[in-house]
């Protein structure tokens, strides 16, 4: 039934809402009676012995149970800890947790994703030091690039070696940023003995510089390894970054050759 309400306690000293709550009949008057030691009831008290009384306003009613716990919950993730509330309220997963709002999230900024990324061996990068450190890069061009940065923590990457097959399979742990600045265990990725000489070429170019995505893999192989199987139409784009949504005949190929269960990581 229809016959809940979203309610608010003001301060009449200064006008600041202090308390939300939902019910139904006299509810939200009880409050004025409660005896607890809590800081609504320290507030109410502290209104009181000014001679006043807390102001009493509805928000919201004709609301079913499920509409009330919403509304509510949605006002006290605004005021955050400003009001005297106790319980977080019911959806709590569903809400942005307080003090993020400086770095994105996933399932609220974005949606994690499974891709394609194409290993690309050359002058600039190599397999084995992929491995070896945790990490994939791509850059030398603004396209390269961009396609880095659109890998998100917790993506789940296939890596794919042109003429060979697919090597290995990963989660991203941190976004893409330049060569130059990543560190692995305190150290600079560029101190480090890579196989790849070539990783710190343009290095202080914003534009031109690798990028390089630390990578948590689940799964890896040697390039001589590659899993692959002729004629099976498998999704290998002329991409670095390509998503393999829909790609479910890949993906199969990928949880049997690696034995890995990918449908469990991504529904």
């Given amino acids: 039934m229809n016959n809940f309400y979203v309610y608010v306690y003001i301060d009449p000293r200064n006008f600041e809402e202090f308390y939300y709550g939902k019910g139904k009949g006299w509810r939200k008057e009880a409050h004025l009676w409660d005896t607890s030691s809590s800081e609504k009831t320290k507030r109410i008290k502290a209104i009181r012995r000014e001679g006043l009384e807390p102001i009493i306003r509805v928000i919201a009613s004709r609301l079913n149970e ?120 305190g150290k600079r990725l560029l101190d480090l003995p890579l196989k790849c000489k070539e990783m710190s070429h343009r290095s202080d170019s914003i534009e031109r510089s690798e990028y390089v995505a630390r990578v948590k893999w689940l799964r890896s192989v040697p390039r001589e390894k590659a899993k ?34 990918l449908w469990k990581r991504i529904l």
């Fill in 228 to 261: 692959w199987k002729k004629s099976a139409n498998l999704f290998t784009p002329r991409l670095v970054r390509a998503s393999l949504e829909g790609q479910n005949k890949t993906i199969n190929f990928i949880c049997r050759k690696f034995d890995i269960d």
């Fill in 66 to 185: 499920q509409e009330a716990f919403l509304i509510e919950k949605t006002l006290l993730w605004k005021l955050g800890k400003l009001t005297t509330n106790v319980s977080s309220g019911h959806f709590k997963n569903k809400f942005r947790p307080h003090n993020t709002m400086h770095k994105k999230l996933p399932d609220f900024d974005y949606q994690n994703g499974i891709y394609f990324y194409n290993v690309g061996e050359g002058p600039h990068r190599n397999w084995d030091d992929y491995r070896k450190y945790g990490f994939i890069s791509a850059g030398q061009r603004k396209p390269f690039k961009l396609a880095m940065e659109g890998f998100e923590v917790g993506d789940i990457i296939i890596a794919y070696m042109n003429g060979r097959g697919f090597v290995g399979v990963g989660i991203i742990t941190h976004e893409a940023i330049m060569v130059r600045d990543v560190k692995i265990d």
